[in-house]
T-cell receptor, first 114, second 115 residues
Framework: KAGVTQTPRYLIKTRGQQVTLSCSPISGHRSVSWYQQTPGQGLQFLFEYFSETQRNKGNFPGRFSGRQFSNSRSEMNVSTLELGDSALYLC?????????????FGSGTRLTVV | GESVGLHLPTLSVQEGDNSIINCAYSNSASDYFIWYKQESGKGPQFIIDIRSNMDKRQGQRVTVLLNKTVKHLSLQIAATQPGDSAVYLCAEWARYGGATNKLIFGTGTLLAVQP
């Protein structure tokens, strides 16, 4: 079966711009979680969506937002980009949000802010 | 922010040796722990997990040990191979009531296997 697909794989943006990243979960999975990965902070949880509702949120500013569509695909948006937003953004999908073997990560979107 | 800590950021081993990667966690209420392998350009891949009611769990060439007294987790890889070279991440499944859960990750250990 197809895995978790994240697009685009790479992005370069300028400070102050906004960006939208996309995540298509494994078919049948209703939960999508987003993480930011940087060399200094490691993997940090951003938020989780389940059946189009944000169910949990990490400690990130309001510039980071997301949404989920009826087909479970999810997007995250970062507005007013800062240099520190440069990171690998990963999404993970699962049937119900529970971790473990069924919690599958995509390959990520590498965002560079210049 | 919240994080699960690691003792060694880089571990270099010879092919065929056993590798031990360590991790400390802070939330004594966590009841589920997972090890992931992350290769360059890819997302984390599940290796093995363990619940807090267990001390040890074995998989194929990998063993996870959990010491709840000192809040310590370790991953042992037997007969390490060049294909094992990657970043290894420990994660703690943190529950916040109801259905709200999230993974809290350590910063990772880079395992470099020398042929």
């Amino acid at each position: 079966k197809a895995g978790v697909t994240q697009t685009p794989r790479y992005l370069i943006k300028t400070r102050g711009q906004q960006v939208t990243l996309s995540c298509s979960p494994i078919s049948g999975h209703r939960s999508v979680s987003w993480y930011q990965q940087t060399p200094g902070q490691g993997l940090q949880f951003l938020f989780e969506y389940f059946s189009e509702t944000q169910r949990n949120k990490g400690n990130f500013p309001g510039r980071f937002s997301g949404r989920q569509f009826s087909n479970s695909r999810s997007e995250m948006n970062v507005s007013t980009l800062e240099l520190g937003d440069s990171a690998l953004y990963l999404c993970a999908s699962s049937l119900d949000g529970a971790g473990g073997l069924g919690y599958t990560f995509g390959s990520g979107t590498r965002l560079t802010v210049v | 922010g919240e994080s699960v800590g690691l003792h060694l950021p880089t571990l270099s081993v010879q092919e065929g040796d056993n590798s031990i990667i360590n991790c400390a966690y802070s939330n004594s209420a966590s009841d589920y722990f997972i090890w992931y392998k992350q290769e360059s350009g890819k997302g984390p891949q599940f290796i093995i997990d363990i619940r807090s009611n267990m001390d040890k769990r074995q998989g194929q060439r990998v063993t996870v040990l959990l010491n709840k007294t000192v809040k310590h987790l370790s991953l042992q890889i037997a007969a390490t191979q060049p294909g094992d070279s990657a970043v290894y991440l420990c994660a703690e499944w943190a529950r916040y009531g109801g259905a709200t859960n999230k993974l809290i990750f350590g910063t990772g250990t880079l395992l470099a296997v020398q042929p």
